[in-house]
């Protein structure tokens, strides 16, 4: 009847029917991270509009991978006759180790597909690396960043140049259609914080005495 009050909708049409503004501003940043990345992977293909740039593209992706760093760190480590620079060397392997086991970590828990215009004809794959957030290049080329910034003594051009590179093998990741751009934010901000963490614990004859037996 007229005089009667109207039923309640269920609770799950009114989330339909009135959805947060949280939910909202989630689902356009990522139409807009997915329009934006699609755009910008100007190198994803031989016939894209930058596909002449993607053999460069490429080298760069290689110079950011985890494997030539763990090697020359490890070359490195075994070659070096000075016990601080030995102190050094052991702490970026430990740091390129921490950056490839978090990031396997948060690929393995986020499952974010690589993008759809992306070719699967990367340097050295595992598993996870079918996922792409965050952007364990981007994470590492930040890592690496302050990590030299802070413990190699450079000129200013080549500071400069270090984080250029940085800069770089991020953009690079997007123009090769491996990562969303949100990839690569989220990495480059995850290395940066990641390096804290490196530092809070720092390796030495004193706090590790083992490891350092072992040289």
């Known amino acids: 009847s007229g005089s009667s009050a109207a039923a309640p909708l269920p609770e799950e049409d009114c989330m339909k029917l009135n959805p947060s503004f949280l939910g909202i501003a989630l689902s356009s ?79 393995g828990l986020v499952k974010r597909r690589r993008p759809t215009h992306n070719k699967m004809d990367m340097f050295v794959t595992i598993s996870v690396d079918k ?31 270090v984080v250029l590179w940085a800069l770089i093998v991020g953009i690079s990741r997007v123009m090769l259609g491996r990562h969303n751009v949100t990839d690569v934010l989220f990495g480059l901000l995850l290395g940066y914080a990641l390096y804290s963490v490196v530092e809070y614990c720092w390796l030495s004859p004193l706090s590790a005495p083992a490891l350092f037996a072992l040289w």
């Open 131 to 161: 996922y792409s957030f965050p952007s364990g290049h981007a994470t590492r080329a930040a890592l690496v960043c302050r990590f030299v910034l802070h413990h190699l003594v450079l000129a200013v051009p080549l500071r400069v140049l």
């Open 29 to 107: 940043l990522l139409a807009i991270d997915l329009w934006a990345s699609k755009r910008l992977g100007v190198c994803a293909g031989e016939g894209s509009a930058w596909g002449s740039a993607r053999p460069i593209m490429k080298v760069i992706e290689v110079s950011g991978h985890g494997i030539p760093w763990l090697l020359g760190t490890f070359y490195g480590l075994c070659q070096s006759d000075s016990s601080a620079a030995r102190e050094v060397l052991l702490n970026l392997l430990f740091a390129l180790l921490l950056d490839l086991v978090l990031v396997a970590a948060v690929k």
